[in-house]
C-alpha cells in the first residue's frame, strides 16, 4: 500500500492506495469519528461490494446504506435529496461519516450530500472507478448537475480520506479502463514527462492490470493532481490546465449525445487536437505528437474525433462551453511534453487547419 | 453608519448598520466583483424594496431578481432549485454576485444558493427584519428545511458584506420588531452585562425606533454575536451559548404549530424559564430575574409559556431537540447577568419546579 498525503492545511487527508485495501478496517476508523455511517453507492457497485463492506464496518457502527440508481442522468437534486431524507430516516446526526462507494458520479452526490448535511459532516471516498480513483479523489469537487448545466449545483469539499482499492478494477469494463487511462496519460503530458515515459514503458501491464504497476500510476496522477491544486484549490487559474483536451473533449461529448462516447474516450480525441495544435504553433515535435497519439491508441483509446463531426460543430460547441470567458476561447497547450499553459493567443488558421486535418483523418 | 468587521480571516467581511444605508451604491459596489448580480428576495419585500435596488444597481450591472414566496413553508429544496434556476436561465457565471433582501428565511435560502452555485459565488446580505439583522448577519449559517428537520440541509458560508438599513424596519410589523428585540436583549443577557443595563434604559426608545438607540443595539447585538462566533465557527462548544432560551422556545413552537408563536416570541418565554431555573440553582438574584421579566415585558414579549402546554409536553418536545446529545438535555444557563454557561449539571427537581410554577402562572 501507498499513501499519498493531500497538504491543504487543515484540510488534509491521506490517499491510501494498494490491492485489497477496501478490507483494512484500521483505514476506514482512523477517518471515522462518529458511530454512524452512511454508505452510499449504486445499484452496480451495491451488488458487488456493498455486503462486504457493511459486514467489515458493521459491528463496530450503526452502518446504514443509501443505493442509488445508476448513471449521470441521475445525478440530480432530486437524487441528492434521497440521500439526505436516508440520513434524516435513520436520524443519522452531526457526528455521522458518509462514505461514497463507487465512480464519481456517486462520489460527487455523496460528497455534496456530506458538504451539506446539517452544514457538513466527515465522508469518505472509496473510488471504484480508474477514472474516480485518479480524478475526484482529489481536488475537493461535489456536486450535482441543474437541467441547464453540468456540475452547476455544488461546493469544494474536502474528504477525510480516500481508499482506492486496485482490485475493485478487475469488475470494470475494459472500455471504462481505458477511459480512465486517458486521464492518466494527462498527467504525463501536462507535468511529468519522466512519467509519460514511465507510462510509454508499462501500457501494456497497466492495461492487465499489474497490481504495482497500477498503483503506482494511481498514485502519480493523484500525486501530480494534488500538486496543481494545492496552488490554486478554488480554481482561479493554474488549475485550468488539468482540463488539457477537456473544451475539444466536450464538444464532442454534446455532439455525440452524453454517454455514447465515454468522458475519457472524448478526452482521448480532445488531447490529440490539443497536441497536434501545439505541434502546429511550434512547440512539440513530430515525435512528440506521435509519442502522444500512440501512448493513447495502445491504452486502446479514439485518437481523431467522431466521423462525420464537422469544424462549425466543434466551434459552436467549444463556444458555449463555460470555459469561454468573455466570448474568447482559452485551451489548453503544450509548451513541451509534460509542460502546459492555458492560452487564447493561437492562430484561427491553425486552430482551423488542426481540426480539418483530423475531421478529414477521421472519415476517411 | 457605523461598521463592524466580523474577524475570519481570509473570510473577513464587513456589517455596516445606519438609516438610509441601502441607498449607498459604493457599500455595494464594494462588495459586487464581476458584472452580475441576482437580487434574491421575497414578494412581501420586493413590493417595498425591489424596484430601488434595482434602480440603484441597474446601470453599472447585469441585474436579475428571483422573487420567492413569502414564509418559512417556502425554505425548502424546491425554492433553493428556484435559485438556481434563476441563475442558469439569466446565464450567470462563476462571477455572480446573490444579494439577499429579505429576512432570515431569504437569506438562509439566498445564501445557501450562492455557497453552491457553481460551487460557490460571493453574495450579500441586505437583511431587513431586527431579527436577521442580529441573527442571520453573524454566523454564515445558510440553509433549507427539509421534511424531517429544520435546517437539515445547508452549509457554513460567509457574505461579502451585510448592509443593515435600520429605516426597513419601520415597515415591519410590532411583533416581528418584538421578536428581534428578545434576541438582542439575550445578548446581553448571555455575554454583556453592560449592554443589557443600556437596553433596560433604552428599551422604550427601541421600540419607537430611534434611529442612533437601535443602530447601537444592532452593532452591540452582531459584535456580541461575532465574538461568540470567531470563537467557535463551526460551531463545536461556545457557540451553543447562543441558544439561550432556545431548546424551551423550541418545544414552545412546535408545541404550538410552526408560525403560531413567533420564534422571538417562544425564545423570550423560555429565556424566562432559562433565567428561573439559573436562580433556583443559586446564580442568579431575585432581582435579576425580576430584570430579565421586565425588560422582556417592555419589548412586549411574552414571559410566560402558553396557556395549557404541560410539563410533559415541555419534556418530550425538549428531549427531541437536536441539541440532546446521548439523552442528556444541555441547557444554556446563567452564572450572572451577561455570564452564560452550557450545562447538563441540575437537578431534575429544580427543573420540574421550575417549569411547575410558570405552568400555573400561565393558567392563572
Redesign the interface.
Known sequence: MRTLTVDLGDRSYPIYIGSGIRHQKQLFRDAIHGKQVMIVTNTTVADIYLAELVALLGDEYQVDTCVLPDGEKYKT?ATY?QI??AL??AKH??TTTVIALGGGVVGDMAG?AA??????VPFIQVPTTLLSQVDSSVGG???VN?P??K??????YQPQAVIIDTESLSSLPARELSAGMAEVIKYGLICDAPFFSWLEDNIDDLMTLDSEKITHAIYESCRAKAEVVAQDE??GGIRAILNLGHTFGHAIETEMGYGNWLHGEAVAAGTVLAVDLSWRLGSLTESDVERSVNLLAKANLPVLPPKGMSREAFIERMLLD?KVLDGSLRLILLQALGDAYVTSDFAMEDFNACLDDAIEAASA
Open positions: 437534486l435529496e439526505m431524507s434524516l430516516e446526526n452531526r455534496f458538504a451539506t448535511y446539517q452544514r457538513g469537487k461535489t456536486g441543474h441547464l448545466g456540475n452547476m449545483i455544488g461546493a469544494f478554488k480554481e463555460k
